[in-house]
DNA sequence: TAAATTTAGGTTAACGATTTCCAAAAGAGA
DNA sequence: TCTCTTTTGGAAATCGTTAACCTAAATTTA
């Protein structure tokens, strides 16, 4: 059977509240004799307090749940390594779950959490439940929303530098004289990701002395099976781009395989830069020009605003902490050969 | 404030007996009225069950924890995502964590898992708290260990047949005339994994009518900072090995590096296959050839073998699941060209 | 029509912790 | 020695559910 503070009472023959409170560390109220007693009879009993009574009469349960949209991309892993290093460190545990892009789901997720009456959410939101994220604010829910911007909710939010991991990528290519570039990026009107990228890739283009008549945007379905054939078809109709900007590692993996059936040569004939450091981008034929994203920091500074956002007694106002990328420059987006 | 049973009971004008039943579906004991209004002032004050309480109270949560020893390698991401979605739809949810490959961490984490209750542990254990998993076994504790053998622990296990895997990897260098492989493996006499690796090498060997004095085995440690170093040593001091076989993702890594630095080519001078596909592998230089482990299906297995004998009365004989790895052969192990 | 049974719903005691009082014993002060 | 204060520890209420048991009304049976 499993045992209870009341065996360990029973054992050192004192009472319940005596067991507690030398579990708590109060000791203020036990002689050191009593104490030691209680606590040879807790590791004989080998007792472990039920988290859940505890929870229950506290109002505190010492867990956050993160709810993620996406489990493929390895980027996410990075995120979740240091929002669960963070989370060990300072004495929570976690609960995950995968919305899938999917409003549905995720509001789901976010009620089930709250049944389980956890501290806290982070959040990659899918961005079409904004009601819901407002209620949450509005009832002082500790939230901390990470990757996407929320328009106009006031609440704790980790984000990239977009704009600008966009712009160092789409200088560089230009800088090493590029004139035709495309921007490549997922058509999702929601999430301020693609179109902060696109806006920096925008940027570089003026700033580098090109006009609007110069921008040059794909726009690809997320989860579409036909990506590859769009790049393909994209390409072959615009034979003068002599550079990609990818903004998303899981495009650049169709974009490698399009440039690869249309026999082009990277980087002479076509340059590449795309988002997302991964530990293959060295290793690839020729090695990726990557924007490189500090994953794991993001988990950590949600995941720390978070608690601390929990332990906090009065509120302190909501802020935006926005973490800057940085480009890894390799050979894919290496100067063309003169011809 | 928090809105409970007895809010809803109260607004409806009915005992806390009543709403309960109502909310687990038990309408043995109501009027459709009753039922009507009970419903309505439900979804009047948004009231959402306290799992904690119903938890304390059923000796059930629906959670189950996972015990991952790694987060840097994506294989795991795979796995958590076929753990994650078996749990939804089996209506779970999932707390996780990471030993990082300490035995003092995992333990710890055990036994936080089983403070809050959860019904279930999912592990890839370290293999060095052999005790304390035989004491959870004991205690009937619902547990399923993925990816490592445990010797002599009688529960339900998913594991890969590593030899199989191994052993078609070095079989196909073999037959695509390649006379001296090396290993890649790291030296951990705890986990299965590498050992079984080594074996299926060993055995492709021996099949292929060569003998105990062409084992070539290379041991590395994992987490270490040279481990690029001792394979270029390695390489050097053997330069007549035509081909690597690397039994881990990380490894390969480190591998890519050392050959490039010798600057040897990929497969005229040295062939590679390397155990985990990813989705770079077809866009490596050349293309990886990998063997390719079901994660997604491990981890939906060990899911669905762990709800079942939560649920399960009476305990059933635990089993062992073996999946199939499977060979993707590419350009990287392609036979040598005459010389 | 009276007794037996079924139906609808309520009362209350758990589940396992924490915490607010309260009480007895010990020590201090005069 | 007697009173006052401090120290040590316990009793019981509480957190929000569920479930065993009970009761009164309605319905069926003979």
């Given at each position: 059977?499993?045992?209870?503070?009341?065996?360990v009472a029973k054992?050192?023959?004192?009472s319940?509240?005596?067991?507690?409170?030398i579990l708590?560390?109060?000791?203020s109220?036990?002689?050191?004799?009593?104490?030691?007693?209680?606590?040879?009879?807790?590791k004989?009993?080998?007792?472990r307090?039920?988290?859940l009574?505890k929870?229950?009469?506290?109002?505190?349960?010492?867990?956050?749940g993160?709810?993620?949209?996406?489990?493929?991309n390895?980027?996410?892993?990075?995120v979740?390594?240091?929002?669960?290093?963070t989370?060990?460190?300072l004495?929570?545990?976690?609960?995950?779950?995968n919305?899938?892009?999917?409003?549905?789901?995720?509001?789901?997720?976010?009620?089930?959490f709250?049944?389980?009456?956890?501290?806290?959410?982070?959040?990659?939101p899918?961005?079409?439940n904004?009601?819901?994220?407002?209620?949450l604010?509005?009832s002082k829910?500790?939230?901390?929303v990470?990757?996407?911007?929320?328009?106009?909710?006031?609440?704790n939010?980790?984000?990239?530098?977009?704009?600008?991991?966009?712009?160092?990528?789409?200088?560089?290519?230009?800088?090493s004289g590029?004139?035709?570039?495309?921007?490549?990026?997922?058509?999702n009107?929601?999430?301020s990701?693609?179109k902060?990228?696109?806006?920096?890739?925008q940027?570089?283009?003026?700033?580098n002395?090109?006009?609007?008549?110069?921008?040059?945007?794909?726009e690809?379905?997320?989860?579409?099976?036909?990506?590859?054939d769009?790049?393909?078809?994209?390409?072959?109709?615009?034979?003068?781009i002599d550079?990609?900007?990818?903004t998303?590692?899981?495009?650049?993996l169709e974009?490698?395989?399009?440039?690869?059936?249309?026999?082009k040569?990277?980087?002479?004939?076509?340059?590449?830069?795309?988002?997302d450091?991964?530990?293959?981008?060295q290793?690839?034929?020729p090695?990726l020009t990557?924007v490189r994203?500090?994953?794991?920091?993001m988990?950590?500074?949600?995941?720390?605003?978070?608690?601390?956002s929990?332990?906090e007694?009065?509120k302190?106002a909501?802020a935006?902490v926005?973490?800057e990328?940085?480009l890894?420059?390799r050979?894919?987006?290496r100067?063309?050969i003169?011809?």
């Amino acid at each position: 059977m499993r045992v209870t503070i009341g065996d360990v009472a029973k054992m050192a023959k004192v009472s319940k509240t005596t067991v507690s409170r030398i579990l708590n560390g109060n000791y203020s109220h036990t002689t050191e004799e009593t104490r030691n007693r209680v606590l040879k009879a807790i590791k004989e009993l080998d007792y472990r307090p039920n988290a859940l009574a505890k929870g229950l009469k506290s109002m505190r349960t010492n867990v956050i749940g993160i709810v993620l949209s996406n489990f493929k991309n390895p980027f996410w892993t990075t995120v979740l390594e240091g929002v669960e290093d963070t989370c060990r460190e300072l004495g929570f545990n976690l609960m995950v779950c995968n919305s899938n892009e999917e409003p549905d789901v995720e509001e789901e997720y976010i009620r089930e959490f709250q049944m389980r009456q956890v501290d806290g959410i982070i959040i990659n939101p899918t961005v079409r439940n904004m009601e819901l994220y407002q209620k949450l604010v509005n009832s002082k829910f500790p939230l901390v929303v990470i990757n996407r911007r929320l328009p106009d909710l006031e609440t704790n939010t980790v984000v990239m530098d977009n704009i600008k991991g966009a712009y160092a990528a789409v200088d560089h290519l230009l800088k090493s004289g590029r004139k035709k570039v495309v921007a490549l990026a997922y058509r999702n009107p929601y999430v301020s990701t693609w179109k902060e990228r696109l806006e920096g890739y925008q940027l570089a283009l003026l700033r580098n002395r090109f006009g609007v008549e110069d921008f040059r945007i794909l726009e690809l379905e997320q989860g579409s099976e036909n990506t590859l054939d769009s790049i393909i078809h994209y390409l072959e109709a615009n034979s003068d781009i002599d550079a990609v900007f990818s903004t998303n590692n899981m495009i650049t993996l169709e974009l490698l395989g399009a440039i690869k059936t249309l026999d082009k040569q990277i980087p002479d004939d076509i340059a590449i830069v795309s988002y997302d450091e991964t530990i293959w981008a060295q290793h690839l034929n020729p090695p990726l020009t990557t924007v490189r994203q500090p994953g794991y920091h993001m988990g950590q500074m949600a995941a720390q605003i978070l608690i601390k956002s929990i332990n906090e007694e009065k509120k302190i106002a909501p802020a935006t902490v926005v973490l800057e990328p940085d480009l890894i420059i390799r050979e894919s987006s290496r100067s063309p050969i003169k011809k």
